[in-house]
């Protein structure tokens, strides 16, 4: 497995509109094992195609591991996704904020709304059907990552212009409400 490129927003093929795959075959699985190794080397939770210059309809995602009522990381609980040509066929009405970055900016932070829960059709590395139904931060994450196969970065979603900070800024912030409530 070898590290692959994250390019910047700057770069056009994160604003178009990626291409479906067509054929699932060696040289794919390559590029998705490629994909995951450099997802993790970056500490990422998903990472897009077009994330790394490719503008086809794939991504992967890693969702986080769950923890018990003591804090102790639950065994086995993270869950590692490839989705292939992946299509949102049912959202929320409910949308809840939360903070997002990117792989492809990073240092910044900004506060973006997403459904509360979504299903999602795709196929998986092998081209056998996926039909997940995704909740929470499992379900911003893949809506993240779909979103850039459709040219849309989260900065096109922020709730605000306002919304949008560096990493520093969002934890002085932080530290000044913690500070408030205090």
């Known amino acids: 497995m070898k590290q692959l490129k994250i390019i910047g927003r700057?770069?056009?093929?994160?604003?178009?509109?990626?291409?479906?795959?067509?054929?699932?075959?060696?040289?794919?699985?390559?590029?998705?094992?490629?994909?995951?190794?450099?997802?993790?080397?970056?500490?990422?939770?998903?990472l897009a195609a077009p994330q790394v210059g490719l503008p086809i309809r794939m991504a992967v995602v890693e969702t986080p591991s769950e923890y018990d009522?003591?804090?102790?990381?639950?065994?086995?609980?993270?869950?590692?996704?490839?989705?292939?040509?992946?299509?949102?066929?049912?959202q929320s009405?409910?949308?809840?904020?939360?903070?997002?970055?990117?792989?492809?900016m990073p240092g910044y932070l900004g506060e973006v709304s997403r459904h509360q829960a979504i299903r999602v059709k795709g196929l998986d590395r092998r081209g056998k059907a996926l039909d997940l139904k995704l909740k929470g931060w499992d379900a911003r994450i893949f809506q993240h990552e779909i979103d850039?196969?459709?040219?849309?970065?989260?900065t096109d979603r922020l709730t605000a212009p306002e919304n949008f900070w560096t990493e520093e800024e969002f934890e002085a912030m932080r530290e000044a409400e913690q500070e408030e409530e205090n």
């Open 10 to 46: 700057d770069n056009p093929v994160l604003t178009e509109k990626a291409n479906p795959v067509g054929q699932i075959d060696r040289e794919l699985q390559s590029t998705i094992d490629d994909m995951i190794f450099t997802m993790r080397k970056a500490n990422g939770v998903g």
């Open 69 to 90: 009522e003591e804090d102790n990381e639950i065994p086995d609980s993270r869950r590692l996704f490839v989705i292939i040509n992946p299509e949102i066929v049912w």
């Open 93 to 104: 009405r409910k949308q809840v904020k939360g903070i997002e970055g990117c792989l492809s």
């Open 148 to 154: 850039h196969l459709d040219g849309v970065l989260y």
